[in-house]
Each structure stands twice: as C-alpha cells, then as structure tokens.
T-cell receptor, first 116, second 112 residues
Framework: EAQVTQNPRYLITVTGKKLTVTCSQN?????MSWYRQDPGLGLRQIYY???????DKGDVPEGYKVSRKEKRNFPLILESPSPNQTSLYFC???????????????FGEGSRLTVL | KQEVTQIPAALSVPEGENLVLNCSFT??????LQWFRQDPGKGLTSLLL?????REQTSGRLNASLDKSSGRSTLYIAASQPGDSATYLC???????????FGKGTMLLVSP
C-alpha cells in the first residue's frame, strides 16, 4: 500500500530537548516536504526536498533542520524546541513532473507536538 | 508571493443539497491545483488534482474546475451527505514545482 509514515504521532516534550520526527515514503517519490498546521494560520511549508541531498527552505524554516540522505526518508529535526513550535506537523511526498506523473501530493497522518 | 483564499470559511447545509466551495489564487503561473479533505485531527486526503492545462476533473459526486486566467477553482459537491462533513483545502503548486501554498480551508457541516 502506498503511504507516507510519520513517527511519533504524538509527542510531549520540554523546551530545549532535541527531537526528531521521522518521515518515510514507499512510493519512490523524489519530492518530499514538511508542513505545520496551526489554528487560524492554516498549513505552512517548513522545508522541502526535490531529491537526495537537495533541500530548501519553505515559508517558516526557523528553528527546524532537515536532511535527505536517502530517497525514502526525510526527517524533521528540532534542535532546541520552543513552545511556539507546538503544532500539528505533516510530511508529504510526490513524484516530480513528467509525462506519466501528475505530481499528486500524498500526506502522512500527522504528528502532534507539544513543547512545554 | 502566492496567496490562496478559500470562501466561505465555514458552511452548514442540510443533507441532499448541492454546494460549491471556492478557491482563488493570486499567481496564475501554476503547475497544478489539488483539493484535499481533512477530518478533525486527521491527515489530508487527496480528492482531485487539476493540472494547469486542464479545465476540470470529476470523481463520483465531486467536480473541480479551474480557471487559471482568473485565478479561481471551484469544488462542486452534488447531493451532499453527512459523511461529507470535513474541512476542504485547496493547494496550489507553482511552476518550478518547489512551493505549495494552501488556503485556510472551508469547514463543511452537512446535517441529516
């Protein structure tokens, strides 16, 4: 089954304690991306990657890091989490444009992070 | 910078009604536009995707249209059902493929 898997789904942590949210896709997609969703602000892009070892900032990258060492994985790293990073996080993936690929974006189930 | 607006922000209708959700965007240099459904506390489920060269897409009771020149897309839901209650989001992908901008969604409630 084609899917994007995020872990953990729920996490409560404290300010300053480094954490990583993993994201893995099994569709051989080149493009992967992270979003955060906040009430009243909607979904905002944090980082994206067009392929292995290629990453770039989205609209709200401050306080986050990513890496793309393998095609299937795109972890989101919070080096020193702060309360304003409390949010619902989504990972997504898609193919790159091509004759047979629509570029449809597939989402993970989300990771709810609370930073105290 | 691309801005995506969805109107209305919330909509409540009785079961059986046909309804239209609106999505507008400011930059018409788009690659595609995708409609999603999100249930409370859940992830996003893709409903329909329209490429920039297309005018509409249909899936079951859903029909999405795209007018790139005017920067508008509509999602038409026929014969609404209580199970359609959810938040509907549109997302616009720019040419160059890198950034994807979401609207804030329309929260739909269909009453039995």
């Amino acid at each position: 089954e084609a899917q994007v898997t995020q872990n953990p789904r729920y996490l409560i942590t404290v300010t300053g304690k480094k954490l990583t949210v993993t994201c893995s896709q099994n569709m051989n997609h080149e493009y992967m991306s992270w979003y955060r969703q906040d009430p009243g602000l909607g979904l905002r892009q944090i980082y994206y990657s067009m392929n292995v070892e290629v990453t770039d900032k989205g609209d709200v990258p401050e306080g986050y890091k990513v890496s793309r060492k393998e095609k299937r994985n795109f972890p989101l790293i919070l080096e020193s989490p702060s309360p304003n990073q409390t949010s619902l996080y989504f990972c997504a993936s898609s193919s790159l444009p091509g004759a047979r690929d629509t570029g449809e974006l597939f989402f993970g189930e989300g990771s709810r992070l609370t930073v105290l | 910078k691309q801005e995506v607006t969805q109107i209305p922000a919330a909509l409540s209708v009785p079961e059986g009604e046909n309804l239209v959700l609106n999505c507008s965007f400011t930059d018409s240099a788009i690659y595609n536009l995708q409609w999603f459904r999100q249930d409370p506390g859940k992830g996003l489920t893709s409903l329909l995707l329209i490429q920039s060269s297309q005018r509409e897409q249909t899936s079951g009771r859903l029909n999405a249209s795209l007018d790139k020149s005017s920067g508008r897309s509509t999602l038409y839901i026929a014969a609404s059902q209580p199970g359609d209650s959810a938040t509907y989001l549109c997302a616009v992908r720019l040419e160059g493929y890198s950034t994807l901008t979401f609207g804030k969604g329309t929260m739909l409630l269909v009453s039995p």
